[in-house]
């Protein structure tokens, strides 16, 4: 074919680097944020942190609706009518004392000190420190340090002897009888029920550590050892034919069994709490609900003077490198700015579709989807997807995420709708209400829930439970 040249006219939607970054910047969470924005402030010497001291403007949405009520630092009102300021004191906790400074007018060393961490020993440091108290073989004391090295976190044995002896050297000619034997000095050990193989074992070992006199101890001891399926199946007629006891009696053994710890080792286990910052506070100004911005999650950015004066100076073609780093500045500035405001915007709009929520709990949500809030913002629902995934909000009854107050809706026979979140609320009240002697089942519930004009179906009750970890009707019963 002969090649030719035409000339076509086109449309097509071309994201720009700055729009590309704001849809970017949306999207993170705060901690996710705040680790980009360290990144940026270390790849360009344009953008700087702003000092902790400078005042950082209020978006304007926030600025006008505050200004038509009252100020963004009035104390939040409960619903009891009282005072609450946690969240101020919370976010200022960190400024209000100086470890090491002395408060008692002297220049004495003793006075100015630093907290000391507290040493906390590990589960396996607290078993090696009573083994080197018992006058135990070399050898011995050897296989009890190994047997102790294969400890879970909980302090469980979940290898088995026979697997745990292939580990040692065969020059040693370590038997399946020393090893038993090195697992019964280490089952004495405290906490008691540590080096047990299951939960049977592990509650067995702290009941034969208790005094012979202890109420219903046989019958608990026997229980653990044979018939623990049986107590967490809640079969309690079985459990009272072969234990030979009444109904008090079971629940004495119960209760003596639920005082025990299923995991001994627990107690030395280091856990991280995972803190939530939230991005928006909720306060009552004047009997309307308002949101605010948590400042101290939002970065405090600033142009390097220095370096945008230097620019200013000299726009000579060598400054160029220099040049697009302060126009990456200045849209990370902005963007962060947009994220922010954007975010109040979907915030205070949620807020005033579920003000019940907030004067009245759970019950009183209300069904709401993404295009509701995205036709109120004139918004994209993508948006306002991005911006309610892993944002929260901090309010009088907890911090939640943004994506809490929306859900699905069931229809009321007045041909209404009620949120899910509320009825999964009305349910956990219904069964913290019943007699546990005879539970609700959960078409007894559904039953319930429709003489409350709302109609579901047993199943979904069923669901809802389920989401809301209440176990059915055959383990809820007492004894």
Known sequence: MKPTLQLKL??????????????????????????EVERLLQENPLLEKADDDEHVAPPPEFAQSAATSATVDEPLERADGTLQSDFDSMTSAAGDGDWGTSTGGTDDDDENFSPQQVATSSLRDHLNSQLAELNLPLRDRQIVAALIDALNDDGYLTTSLEELLEFFPEELGIDADELQI??????????????????????????????????????????????????????????????????????????????????????????????????????????????????????????????????????????????????????????????FETILRVSQAIVDRQRHFFDHGEVAMRPMVLREIAEILNLHESTISRVTAQKYMLTMRGTYELKYFFGSHVATDTGGAASATAIRALIKQLIGAEDQNSPLTDSRIADLLGDQGIVVARRTVAKYREALQIPPVNLRKAI
């Not at 097509?12 to 901690?31: C, E, M, V």
């Open 10 to 35: 086109s449309q097509h939607l071309t994201l720009t680097p700055q729009l590309q970054q704001s849809i970017r910047l949306l999207q993170l969470s705060t901690l996710e944020l705040n680790a």
């Open 182 to 339: 090195a697992l019964r000095h280490l089952q004495n050990f405290e906490p008691a029920g540590v080096g047990a193989r299951d939960a049977s074992e592990c509650l067995a070992l702290q009941l034969k550590v208790m005094p012979a006199k202890t109420p219903f101890l046989c019958e608990a001891l026997k229980l653990v050892e044979h018939h623990l399926p049986l107590l967490a199946a809640r079969d309690f007629g079985k459990l009272k034919r072969l234990l030979h006891i009444d109904d008090a009696g079971l629940r004495g053994v119960r209760t003596l069994i639920t005082s025990l710890h299923p995991r001994p080792g627990g107690e030395f286990s280091k856990t991280e709490a995972n803190y939530v910052i939230p991005d928006v506070v909720v306060r009552k100004i004047r009997g309307r609900w308002v949101a605010a911005l948590n400042e101290a999650a939002m970065p405090k950015l600033r142009l390097n003077r220095i370096y945008a004066d230097i620019l200013t100076r000299n726009r000579g073609s060598s400054n160029q490198q220099l040049a697009a780093q302060l126009q990456e500045a200045k849209w990370l500035i902005r963007n962060v700015q947009q994220r």
